[in-house]
């Protein structure tokens, strides 16, 4: 799964909420610099394995933000805190 953009998904979305910021669904797409189609693809998968979450946007209920579920959160945290502590040594 890290060569796939789903990894850059989870980057992103954890990048967000760590600034506090919302991603919407295509803005992950974005983000991952894929098709909307491959995008939502690997959104399902993900959610899947409970790795994300989705929520609708109050003000606009055709938007739904993506956010890591705290699980995921936790996962990413631990594996960047590791990657940089081997990249210091």
């Known amino acids: 799964m890290f060569a796939d953009p789903a990894w850059d998904m989870l980057l992103d979305l954890f990048v967000a909420r760590v600034e506090g910021r919302l991603i919407s669904t295509s803005s992950a797409c974005i983000g991952a610099s894929v098709a909307s189609t491959t995008g939502l693809r690997w959104l399902r998968t993900l959610e899947t394995q ?40």
């Open 50 to 89: 409970g790795l994300v979450q989705r929520a609708p946007d109050q003000l606009d209920r055709r938007q739904r933000f993506i956010s890591l579920t705290p699980s995921a959160m936790a996962a990413v945290r631990a594996w960047t805190i590791e990657a940089m502590t081997a990249l210091r040594d």
